[in-house]
T-cell receptor
Framework: EAGVAQSPRYKIIEKRQSVAFWCNPI?????LYWYQQILGQGPKLLIQ????????DSQLPKDRFSAERLKGVDSTLKIQPAKLEDSAVYLC??????????FGPGTRLTVT | GENVEQHPSTLSVQEGDSAVIKCTYS??????FPWYKQELGKGPQLIID???NVGEKKDQRIAVTLNKTAKHFSLHITETQPEDSAVYFC????????????WGAGTKLIIKP
């Protein structure tokens, strides 16, 4: 069974630029999550999708972050404009239900 | 809401010895507790999980124990090997906030050769 795929793996941008991340979840997983992980900390949930719909985006900085999940499969997370404090690893995860989450390798973003 | 505390933050053990990482949670309604291993440059990998109707679960060299009364759960790794070196996170499923995972702060496990 293929795991969660993410791209790109690394991205370096200047502050105020925009960036987008892509995620392809495990086939059949209805729930998709985007997490932000700052070095030395645990993952922080940004947004959770159930099929096409948003379940929880309470911790998403909506003035600069946006996410969508078209057709209930792939998802993109966008940051516009980026700030220095957005430097982190962005993790995508998927699950069948409310239990086990399966994570992708993450995208390491550096904002200079 | 749910809160998870994890100890220790760093654990150094001799290769071949056992390692134990402990977590406590606050919400007695939580019923699912996963453990993740994160190696450098990789995403968290689910290594074992336990539900509240079970007191212990084993998978080869790793085991998880759950004490519902005391609201704590532990990860046990026996016969540690160099490839066990990683950061380990515990988590608890919060029943009162869209079933979000509430994460511990992580434990850096170092296996000394």
């Amino acid at each position: 069974e293929a795991g969660v795929a993410q791209s790109p793996r690394y991205k370096i941008i200047e502050k105020r630029q925009s960036v987008a991340f892509w995620c392809n979840p495990i086939s059949g997983h209805a729930t998709l999550y985007w997490y932000q992980q700052i070095l030395g900390q645990g993952p922080k949930l940004l947004i959770q999708f159930q099929n096409n719909g948003v379940v929880d985006d309470s911790q998403l900085p909506k003035d600069r972050f946006s996410a969508e999940r078209l057709k209930g499969v792939d998802s993109t997370l966008k940051i516009q404009p980026a700030k220095l404090e957005d430097s982190a690893v962005y993790l995508c995860a998927s699950s069948l239900g409310p239990g086990a989450r399966y994570f992708g390798p993450g995208t390491r973003l550096t904002v200079t | 809401g749910e809160n998870v505390e994890q100890h220790p933050s760093t654990l150094s053990v001799q290769e071949g010895d056992s390692a134990v990482i402990k977590c406590t949670y606050s919400d007695s309604a939580s019923n699912y507790f996963p453990w993740y291993k994160q190696e450098l440059g990789k995403g968290p990998q689910l290594i074992i999980d336990i539900r509240s109707n079970v007191g212990e679960k084993k998978d080869q060299r790793i085991a998880v124990t759950l004490n519902k009364t005391a609201k704590h759960f532990s990860l046990h790794i026996t016969e540690t090997q160099p490839e066990d070196s990683a950061v380990y996170f515990c988590a608890a499923l919060a029943m009162d906030s869209n079933y979000q995972l509430i994460w511990g702060a992580g434990t850096k496990l170092i296996i000394k050769p």
